[in-house]
């Protein structure tokens, strides 16, 4: 499947992103990591997909253990649902950590398999995604936002709001063994 970027001006390089063709489909690459971590931003806060809170989405993964990162001004609506993360911090520096080989992660425990991204700006997301591509070239990192993302190991297609919202639903449903 060919997909363009959703920034025409997002020109990656000859190694781009392998498209997620279905919300099942990320719940089966999230379900094999060994140390997945959820990179959250500020669409999070107002954003739906479809009408459905984006905060609802983060809420579920949460529950299903995986540490969740807030940047961006996310934290308060993460813990008025419920979500107490890992730790609070620019993109920029939990980019940079991802980065380091010698980063043993928030819980000391050794460094993170996979990255998944969520609500983040398109050209901020796509920046820190590059920075990984090249730089922590043994790390997945998953977009999981609505616009193609070439510089991530896997995102979704661009798609519409109603697409969205079925992907990220089957995602959940997926991960929760449904």
Do not use: C
Not at 7 to 27: D, F, H, M, R
Not at 64 to 82: D, F, M, Q, W, Y
Not at 124 to 148: C, G, N, R, W
């Amino acid at each position: 499947m060919s997909v363009k970027p959703w920034q025409i001006s997002n020109i990656p390089g000859p190694k781009t992103a392998s498209v997620l063709k279905s919300g099942e489909a990320a719940a089966k690459i999230i379900k094999r990591a060994k140390r997945p971590i959820l990179i959250v931003g500020a669409r999070i806060v107002k954003e739906t997909a479809a009408g459905e809170p984006l905060v609802k989405y983060v809420v579920e993964l949460a529950k299903l253990g995986i540490p969740v990162v807030a940047t961006a001004h996310s934290r308060k609506i993460l813990l008025e649902n419920g979500v107490k993360p890992v730790a609070t911090m620019p993109l920029i520096n939990i980019t940079n950590m991802l980065k380091d080989p010698e980063w043993r992660g928030f819980d000391g425990n050794g460094g993170y398999t996979h990255a998944i991204f969520f609500g983040i700006t398109y050209y901020l997301q796509s920046q820190m995604l590059s920075a990984l591509k090249h730089f922590a070239p043994k790390l997945v990192t998953i977009s999981l936002d609505k616009e193609y993302h070439p510089n991530a190991t896997w995102s979704f297609p661009n798609l519409s709001d109603e697409e969205w919202k079925e992907a990220l639903d089957k995602l959940v449903s997926a991960l929760k063994g449904g």
